[in-house]
C-alpha cells in the first residue's frame, strides 16, 4: 500500500525496453545525438511548435536552471508561498539564480489567482536596486497540493505576467496528470495560454530520470547550455534521457499512465467519502489527495503497513480544516503502477 | 570506427537487465531505499572499508561536489594544468565551490609530481586573506592523457597533501581503466595510498549515468547531503543509478569490460607502431592513445568514416612531440565495446 | 526638512576631525594597524567582553557576512517578513549566503514575538535535504518600523533560538537609536540577552561610512575575514574607518547623537498630535515616525519642500491603520543634525 | 623608512578637508546626490567622453565587479598569470563572477605582450560548453611589477582583444602612476587605446577609499547599479567618496601626487645603483621598485627599521635575475607622502 510518492514508483515496461534498445552502438555525446534530436522533435511536435528542449536530472535542476536563465542580479520571483521551488528544493533556486528572492503568494490550495499576483506585483514597483526588480512568475501545474489551473486560470495569470514585463514559468513535475485531468492539449495548457518556460518532466509519471526545461520561444534559450554545463547537469550519455522521453511520449503512453494514476486516485477518493470520520480537505483534482482522518484511522493504516506522509496544515484553507486534535491531515499520492487491488486493501483498512 | 571517446559509447547487457530489474514494485525515494544501501555496500567492500558514497547525475557534478565540500572560502586547489577540472568543466568547480582557484601544476604526460607540489605549495605560504589557503590536491586517475599514477606515485603526492594539511581528491572518471590496467586493489590505489575523497564514475566504462562521490571518512561527509541537493543534484529514484552500480561491480564486470577497452587500446598501439610515419607521442597506459600521424592519413581516416578528436600540443611534453607541420596529433579512446575488428579496420586505412 | 532618511545626513564636526587626525604618517594596511587595534578595544570595552569586529563598507555587507558566516547549505533564516534583509538589500543576503532562505514571520509594528517564532520553528521541524535546516534567527534593533525590542523580548527571542540551537543576529543600522532610548548598556541588548552576532553600524548616527560585524564569541569568528576579502569588504586603509568608530564612541559621543534623533523624533510626533487630521500609525520609540496625514497635508508639506518617503501599508498593523483614500502614511526620520528650527517648520506647515 | 605599500600611506590635506566640507547638511543618499553627480563629470571631462561611473569600497570590489558586468556562465577571463585579480583578491573575482576562469598569460615584467595573448585566444578556440568561452582581458597598469604600458602596448592588446569580440578591462589601482610617468592623457592611455572598462582607484595616490569602476560606453553599464548592491557594495553617503575623488582630481592633484611618488621611486633607484651588491630585477617605471640586495643588507634594513616585504622570483624574468643564495629580492614602494629624507636614510643604512 505505497501512497507515499509518485516518485517511489519504478517505470513501466516500455522504459525498461527504450533503455535496452539504446544500449548498442556508438552516438556522439553530451546531447548532440539522433536519439536526442528525435526526442527534441517529439516534444516540438507534442507542443505543436519548434521548442528548445534542455535534459536534466531532476526536476530541481530543471525549475533552478528555468529560473536562472531569466533571472538577473536584484530578480524578485513571485510564486505560492507552498510552491515546491520555495519549500523543498534545499535552497536550489536560490543558490543557482544567485540569490533571486522568492515572494511567496497566498492562495486557496497551493494556487495563486491573477489577482492577488497583480496586487503583490503592484505594491512591489518599479525596480530599484533596493527592492529590486520583478522578474519572473511560477506556478506548478499540478500544484503541490493536487489542484489544476485550468487554461483560462494560466491565461489570467499570463496577462498579469506579461504585462508588467515578466517571464511565466512552470513546474510541470505533475505535468502529465494536469494534461491527463482537463483533458486539453500541451499546448493549451502552456504557450497558449502565456508560458514562456515549462519544466517539464515525466520522472513522477514513469521514467527513472526525465527532467527538462522546454523553452517556448528558443530565441531565449541562448544561456541555459552553459548554466546547464556550469551546474554540472549535462549528461554525457544523451541518448539515454531521451529514450526515455521518446518512449514516454511515443502513443500517449505518458498521458495514458497520468490517467491510470488519476484514476488510481479518484477511486480512493470516492471510497474515502465511506470511510468513517474521513473527510477531504479538499476536492483533489489529479493524482494527490488530502484527506484529514481521525488519529486511530491513519495509526491502523500504518500499522497495517500503509506508506504516506502526515502533512501540515500551515497556511492552508480548505473546505474540510481546520483539523482537529484528534485529527491528522495525511497526503496520498497515486501512481502509474499503483493497482486497484492495492486502493481497495487501503480503503478496507481505513474503514476500519 | 568510433574511438571519439568512451562516453560515446552505450551500455553492456548487464546494465539494461539491472535496469529493467529495478523497475518494479515502490521504494523509497531520495536514496533512502534498499537498492542505493546495497550498492553502497558494495562499494564498502570493495574499497574493503565503510565508506559514504553520494551518487549524482555527472562526473562534473562529482568532481564540483567533491571539492566543495573541502573548499572554503578563498580555498586554493591543486591539479595539473591540463586537468578536466580546468579545462572541460564550463567552470563548474569554480561555480560550486563559490570561487575555489585551481592552481594549474605543470607535468609531463598529464601527471603532476610530488616534487613540483611540494615545491608549489612551499612558494605558496602561509594563508592569507589576500592570496587565501591551500586546501586540496586534486589528480585524475587515468590521467586526461591516457597515463597512470602507480601506487607509490600516489602515496607520494598523498604525502605532501597531508603534509601540508590539504585533503587529497582524486578524479577517477576512468578509474577503471586505471585498476585494471595496474592490477592493484581500489583500496591500494585511493586511500591506502591516502586518498580522501574519489570522484567514482563508471559511466565511461559501461553505465548510462553512474557517477558517485566516496568518501572514505565517513565523518567528513556531513555537508555533502545539502550541497547535492542544493545543487539539484538528488535523484529521486536513486534505485536506478544505483542498480548500475550494483550491476557493474557484481563480478568485477567493470573491470573486465575496462581490461577489454585496455586490451583494444594496446591492440591499436601494437598496430600503429607499423602504420607510416606514425609515432606516439607517449606510451599509452590505459584506454587513451595519443599518435602523431601524417596530415594524409589522418584525412585518410576521416574520409573513412573514422572518428576522433585532434589534439592541440599546447604545453605537452612527450617522447615524440614535437609535431611537424605536415603532422596532427589525435586522441584515440577505446571502450568497452570497441572490436578488434573495428581496431583492425582503422589501422588498414591508417597503413593506406 | 529633511526627514528622508537618517543616511541623509552628514557627519559631526567629531568624526571629520577624527578623520583629519588619522591622516597622516604609515600604518599597517588592511586592518593590521594601531588605530583599528583601537577601535576594536573600545567596542570590546562597550559591550563589556572581549569580541571580534569586522569592518565593512555598508549595512548590507555587515548583515550578509555576518549571516554568510553561519549558513550552511540548505539554511532558513528566520526574520520579520518585512525585514532590511528581505526588503531592501537586492537580495545581497541571499547571493552572499550561497542561497539561505529568508523566512518571513509576520509581527506588530515590524516586530517578530518569541511565540510566533517558536510556532515558526516547530513546524519547519528537524533538518533535512528537502526544506534544508534552520540555521539562525535576525531581528532589526530599532526596527524598520520604529520600534524598540527590550532586553526582556530580546531575551525571550535568543530563548526559542538557542533552544532550537540555532544562531541569533541582531542588525543594529539603528543601534545606537535603541540603547539611547532604552536606556540600557549595550551588553544588556545584545549578548547578555542572547545575541550571538550583531551588524554594528554607525553610519546612520553619524559615521560617513562605519559598518561592522561584531562577534561576541570570537572563537566564532574564524571564517569571518576570508568572507569579507572574497566579497571585496576589507578596506586597505583600515585606519580611517577605524577612525569613525573611535571618535564617535568616545565619551559616549554616538549615544548623545542618538538621544538628539530621538528627542527631535519625540518633539515631532508630540507636534503631529496636534495636526489637524493627523495621526500615529502607532507609537514612535526611536527616531522614525510613522504619522498617516490627510492627502491634502502631504502635498502640502512636498511643495514646502519638506522631504520624506510615502510608506506602503501593506502587512502593517498600526493602532492607527487602516488608512483610508484621502490619507496616506508617510515616513518620517530625525537623525543627529535634524534642528528644532526644522521640525517647528514642518509641523508649522503641516498644521496649515 | 616605509615602503611596504603605499597603501600604508594616509591621505593629503586635501581630503582631509574635502571630507570636512562634506560633512554638513543632508544629501540623497545612494549616489543620488549633487556630489556625486559633481565627481561623474569630473571623471567624464577627464577622460573627454561621458562615462558612467560606479563608486564602491575597494579594488577589490571594483575589478570584481567590472569582470561580473560582463562575464557569463563558463567565461574565461585573460591575464598576466601574477595580476592582482588572481593573486591578491581572495578569489573575489571568481566568486563574484559566479565562476569566471582566470587564465594566467606569462610574460616579462608583468605585462601580457599582444601576440601571446593572440597565441592564447587562437588555442582556446570557438566557444563551447566544455571549456567554456572567452570573454574578457583584463591588464594591470601599472603592472605589480610597476612597469608601464605604453599607449601602443595597450592598443594592441586591444586589438587582439576586440578582434576576438571579448571585452578588455584594466586594473587601474595606479593608474596615476602610469598617468604621471608617462605624460600621457587618461583618454589616450584608455578608451582611445581601447579600453572598455577600468577600475580607477585613487586610494593608493592618497584617498582613503575612492575606488570605481569606469564604463566608457555607458550603455554598456546597466547591469552594474545591481551587481554593486547585490554585493553590499553600494555607500549610503556617497557624498563622501564622491568628494575625496573631487578633490583629488581637482587641479590634477592627484597627478601631482603620483609624480611625487614616482620621483621619490626614481630617487630611490638611482641610490640603488650605488649600494654595494644591490643591482635592480628591472628597471622601475612607476612607484615600485624590485631591488636584490645581499641578505646582510636586507638585515640591516630590516635592524633599522625599514618597513618592506621580500618578494618571491617565482616565474619572474628580469635583466638581474635569478637571485642567488646569499640574496634577497624585496619590493619597496613609494606614496605620496615619502619623503627624500626617508629615501636617503635607507640609501644610507642599505650602503652600509
Redesign the interface.
Known sequence: M?F??D???????A???A??A?????????GDDEATAAATAQISALFEREVAVFY???????N??ALASVT????AVFCHEAAHI???????????T????LVGIQGDRGKIHAGSLAATLE?FGPAN?????VTAVSITQATELGTLYTPTEVAAIAGVTHAHGLTFHMDGARFANAVARLGVSPADLTWRAGVDLLSFGL??VGA??AESIVVFDPDRAA?I?????????????S???SAQFSALLKDGLWLDLARHANAMAARLTEGLRSVPGARLAWEPEANEIFPILPVATVARLEAAGA?FYEW?T?GLHGDALPVHGKETMIRLVT?F?TTAEEVDQFLAVAAG
Chains 1, 2, 3, 4 share one sequence.
Open positions: 505505497h507515499a510518492s516518485n517511489w514508483a519504478g517505470v513501466p515496461d522504459v525498461s525496453s533503455l535496452a539504446a544500449a548498442g552502438g556508438f552516438a556522439t555525446a553530451y536534466v536530472a531532476t526536476g530541481s535542476a530543471a533552478s536552471l538577473p542580479p536584484g530578480a520555495v519549500t523543498d528544493e534545499c535552497n536550489a533556486p536560490l543558490y543557482l544567485g540569490g533571486a528572492r505594491r536596486v533596493h527592492h529590486g526588480r520522472t513522477k527513472w530520470a544561456e547550455p552553459y548554466l546547464r554545463k556550469r551546474a554540472g547537469h549535462l549528461f554525457s550519455k541518448r539515454f534521457i506508506r501540515g500551515d501512481a503502477s
